[in-house]
């Protein structure tokens, strides 16, 4: 799997947009951008994922560059409850998820 | 649909002693996935099972094994308990276990190995 390189920390105002970068050079052409985030001692919650297009649900959307080397995750109106560490992943599936060390989000008041 | 559940919730042991972790996927889901959490290592995978096989496997001693059932639950076992095996294990259940299906994690079992 493609390794990921995103900031170690990131702060955020309240109910303004969350915006968290990775870089994933290495990725292949048929390799998915997972992103996870993981709110502490709790299990990684999947926020969104994608290919090459850029996607929206209800969570977050997802940005991914032209050449596919990186991407971005926005939470467009964060709430004190989006402080988490934020998980960009590529690739997965039954080789497993490969963790970095993510950004700690934190969204202040 | 109920998510991924996971028991115990807390499970706290002493070294040399062995440990069984369970897990339910969700309804419909057939592929299940172990990760343990630690502080220096972060989230590691350690094998997934599929239609009761185990399908691929992380870079941890052959003291963690598995099993799943035929309605898909998974149990995974750590014999020779050692301090460092102190940990959060996680279970993830997919569709398939393939790149396009997405993993969803339960809360997870917290190990203490005292």
Known sequence: ?109 | KAGVTQTPRYLIKTRGQQVTLSCSPISGHRSVSWYQQTPGQGLQFLFEYFSETQRNKGNFPGRFSGRQFSNSRSEMNVSTLELGDSALYLCASSLRGVKTDTQYFGPGTRLTVL
């Not at chain 1, 709110?39 to 209800?58: A, C, F, M, R, V």
């Not at chain 1, 991914?64 to 690739?91: F, G, M, N, Q, W």
């Open chain 1, 1 to 109: 799997d493609a390794k990921t390189t995103q900031p170690t920390s990131m702060d955020c105002a309240e109910g303004r947009a969350a915006n968290l970068p990775c870089n994933h050079s290495t990725i292949s052409g048929n390799e998915y951008v997972y992103w996870y985030r993981q709110i502490h001692s709790q299990g990684p919650q999947y926020i969104i994922h994608g290919l090459k297009n850029n996607e929206t649900n209800e969570m977050a959307s997802l940005i991914i560059t032209e050449d596919r080397k990186s991407s971005t995750l926005i939470l467009p109106h964060a709430t004190l409850r989006d402080t988490a560490v934020y998980y960009c992943i590529v690739s997965g599936g039954a080789d497993g998820l490969t963790f970095g060390k993510g950004t700690h989000l934190i969204i202040q008041p």
